[in-house]
């Protein structure tokens, strides 16, 4: 014989705890709201970009996009000049005119401004000592005939720090580069390993660092691949792309560099 289920007795909540628990799940719907607000990632946060590119001598000038809105913010340039005088230069140059490159203060060489070479852990921020140079650029190390001389000499591995502008506002940011050098070519091999900035404005950042402590996660990195060497509008890097490409150096600045 088949058996239905007995109908469930409806009970009656009295007003008051009816009143109870509507306060209850108003609470607890408020602590849940407050909770998901106190999860969300704080707005400011380094953003890496890890990379393996050769600045490769006479290669043209390699432009860097820090924060990656298609708009170069800095270059580098390896020089190589062989025969008789024959002379090798690596140098740091600002694409743009607010920007800035954490410089050794006075001339370190007749004439010519260098950019320091950063260890690992430096704060890089309003208080640094940034210089630009719009005409050559700020000069990292350069082996000649006469002699050798610049801030990155003998340097196996630096940082270079950064400061430019992000919707009118100030940024600050790190490049790291490995260096080896050959005293009898006069030959200069760098490779750029990575750069960062970060995204809170005037906020400095420390050399090395690809995440900050507000950071809930990882910092963001862009898969980067080397560059081939293009004219300007070429691009070296596909979606999301813009960060590293190629171009000739002006004429001002070969110039500059011989």
Same mark, same amino acid.
């Given at each position: 014989?088949?058996?239905?289920?007995?109908?469930?007795?409806?009970?009656?909540?009295?007003?008051?705890?009816?009143?109870?628990?509507?306060?209850?799940?108003?609470?607890?719907?408020?602590?849940?709201?407050?909770?998901?607000?106190?999860?969300?990632?704080a707005? $400011? /946060?380094? #953003?890496?970009?890890? *990379?393996?590119?050769?600045?490769? =001598?006479?290669? @043209?000038l390699?432009?860097?996009? +820090?924060?990656?809105?298609?708009?170069p913010?800095?270059?580098?340039?390896?020089?190589?000049?062989?025969?008789?005088?024959?002379?090798?230069?690596?140098?740091?140059?600002?694409?743009?005119?607010?920007?800035?490159?954490?410089?050794?203060?006075?001339?370190?060489?007749t004439?010519?401004?260098?950019?320091a070479?950063?260890?690992? $852990? /430096?704060? #890089?921020?309003?208080? *640094?000592?940034?210089?630009?140079? =719009?005409?050559? @650029?700020?000069?990292?190390?350069? +082996?000649?005939?006469?002699?050798s001389w610049?801030?990155?000499?003998n340097?196996?591995?630096?940082?270079?720090?950064?400061?430019?502008?992000?919707?009118?506002?100030?940024?600050?940011?790190?490049l790291?580069?490995?260096l080896?050098?050959?005293?009898?070519?006069?030959?200069?091999?760098?490779?750029?390993?990575?750069?960062?900035?970060?995204?809170?404005?005037?906020?400095?950042?420390?050399?090395?660092?690809?995440?900050?402590?507000?950071?809930?996660?990882?910092?963001?990195?862009?898969p980067?691949?080397?560059?081939?060497?293009?004219?300007?509008?070429?691009?070296?890097?596909?979606?999301p792309g813009?960060?590293?490409?190629?171009?000739?150096?002006?004429?001002?600045?070969?110039?500059?560099?011989?």
């Amino acid at each position: 014989m088949t058996r239905f289920p007995r109908p469930h007795k409806t009970v009656r909540i009295s007003d008051s705890l009816h009143r109870q628990l509507s306060v209850y799940a108003l609470a607890a719907g408020a602590a849940g709201v407050g909770g998901l607000v106190l999860a969300q990632p704080a707005e $400011g /946060k380094i #953003v890496y970009t890890p *990379a393996h590119v050769n600045i490769a =001598p006479n290669g @043209g000038l390699v432009l860097l996009d +820090l924060n990656h809105d298609g708009t170069p913010d800095f270059g580098l340039s390896n020089k190589l000049r062989t025969g008789c005088g024959s002379l090798a230069s690596l140098k740091v140059v600002q694409e743009a005119s607010a920007n800035e490159i954490w410089g050794k203060g006075l001339p370190c060489y007749t004439g010519y401004s260098c950019a320091a070479a950063l260890p690992k $852990g /430096k704060k #890089v921020g309003p208080k *640094a000592q940034f210089q630009q140079d =719009p005409k050559s @650029g700020l000069f990292m190390v350069v +082996l000649e005939h006469e002699g050798s001389w610049g801030p990155w000499l003998n340097v196996k591995q630096a940082y270079l720090g950064l400061k430019f502008l992000i919707n009118g506002k100030t940024h600050f940011g790190w490049l790291r580069l490995k260096l080896s050098f050959e005293r009898t070519s006069k030959t200069i091999t760098a490779t750029l390993t990575g750069y960062a900035y970060e995204t809170i404005p005037n906020k400095a950042i420390i050399t090395g660092a690809t995440k900050g402590p507000d950071d809930t996660e990882s910092a963001a990195s862009v898969p980067m691949h080397a560059p081939q060497a293009a004219t300007l509008g070429t691009l070296a890097l596909g979606s999301p792309g813009l960060s590293i490409w190629r171009r000739e150096e002006p004429a001002a600045r070969r110039q500059q560099s011989n």
